[in-house]
């Protein structure tokens, strides 16, 4: 788990949890797809992404929480 102070890849994964642990709502943002969402205080989501696009935080950075997701499909 590392926070997202910075703009990353997350260890290149393709699925991603997200926890928003700022006091406030933050805009997570995949800049290479430009796709983004808003998490509430406190909330978790999973993002799916390509290996090489990278998210980033608009504020809070190093309150927001990201780490890779293992899984399968078969």
């Known amino acids: 788990e590392t ?3 910075a703009n990353s890849t997350v260890g290149s994964a393709k699925l991603v949890r ?3 642990g700022h006091t ?6 995949n800049t290479d ?7 509430p205080s406190g909330s ?8 090489t696009d990278e998210l980033s935080a608009n504020v809070g950075g ?5 780490t890779s997701v ?4 078969s």
């Open 44 to 51: 978790i989501s999973f993002c799916q992404k390509d290996s």
């Open 62 to 66: 190093s309150a927001v929480l990201v």
């Open 3 to 5: 926070s997202l102070s």
């Open 24 to 29: 406030a709502a933050v805009l997570i943002t």
């Open 18 to 20: 997200v926890y928003n």
């Open 70 to 73: 293992a899984f399968n499909i």
């Open 33 to 39: 797809q430009s796709v983004s969402f808003t998490m």
